[in-house]
Each structure stands twice: as C-alpha cells, then as structure tokens.
C-alpha cells in the first residue's frame, strides 16, 4: 500500500465515510448496527475531535474517528477510538493499522493523557492498548474495555464514552 495517505475528514468526505461505516460493519456479529450514526451524532455534538480516513490511489477507503471521554478521577484529555472501517475490499491489508498509528500520534501531538475503547483485545493489543476491566463504563462489555496510557497518568474509577454512543447528543 506504497500509495496510502492519511488525512484528516474534509467536508465533501461526509456521505462517503458514512458509506464506508455501513458497509464494514454490515452482518458483523459484533456491530450494533448504528456505527454510521455514531459517527454523525459526534459530528453533529462537535464532539469529533479527530476524523482521519484512508485514500489509496485517489479513493477513500478508510476511517477513523476519536471523541472526548471522560475519566473518573476527572483527568483530561482522554479520548475514544472508535468507530473505525475499512471498506471490505481492502481490510487485512494494513489500512486499519495506518489509520490508528496515525491517530495516536495525533493525539500524542495534542498533549492527550491516552485513549480508551471497547474491542478485540488480540487485535488492538498490538498498538500498546491493554484490557482495563476496572475501568470499563457500566454500559460496556468489562471484558472488551481497553486503554492506552499515552503519559505516565494512570486514571483511577470507570470512563464513559461521549453520549453520542448511545443515542444521544
């Protein structure tokens, strides 16, 4: 992928990214289904701190956003990884990879204390993020909860995701 660029959302990428979410995550076990709606209630709540998507060779084939979330202990700035997607013709191929290396290093750039999600702890383990069940918000899976410190802070008591997660905004 000697032709991938990492970029940050512009205005005209809006109906693409919401494309490209719909189809990485259609019939995926693990989806809720509303990723796309994530992604337009953080936007809508100015709550998408950073929006990166992935052009090969003039085509948009990726993305992935980061939102503010709050730890318990009242430490800032954390931020969320999540919703990420790659369009299914070109997953498995490093894209993924690209857009979250690229993400972390902006949110190094910008001073964040790390960065939390709810996913595939075999996958995300291998970009430094470690399973935190002990902070896990009480709306997510203990079990899938991971963090990445990106300072020497560690947090104390359970995050939360932006509401925009959860249908509000």
């Given at each position: 992928?000697?032709n ?13 990214i ?17 990723e796309q709606?994530?992604i ?12 990166l998507v ?7 084939i ?24 790659v ?11 690209a857009?979250?290396e ?27 993020f ?8 009480s ?31």
């Amino acid at each position: 992928m000697n032709n991938l660029h990492i970029r940050k959302e512009q205005g005209a990428d809006h109906v693409i990214i919401r494309s490209i979410t719909e189809l990485a995550f259609r019939g995926m076990p693990y989806a809720g289904g509303d990723e796309q709606d994530v992604i337009e209630r953080l936007r809508s709540a100015n709550a998408l701190t950073l929006s990166l998507v992935a052009v090969l060779d003039g085509e948009l084939i990726g993305h992935i956003a980061f939102s503010p979330a709050s730890a318990g202990d009242g430490s800032t700035p954390w931020f969320a990884l999540g919703p990420i997607s790659v369009l299914p013709a070109h997953q498995r191929q490093g894209v993924g990879q690209a857009l979250i290396e690229s993400g972390l290093a902006e949110l190094k750039n910008m001073k964040a204390l790390g960065c939390i999600l709810t996913g595939n702890p075999m996958y995300y383990e291998k970009f430094g993020f470690q399973l935190a069940p002990e902070n896990a918000p009480s709306n997510e899976p203990a079990e899938f909860f991971m963090m990445r410190q990106l300072s020497y802070s560690l947090p104390k008591g359970q995050f939360s995701f932006h509401d925009a997660f959860y249908g509000e905004a």
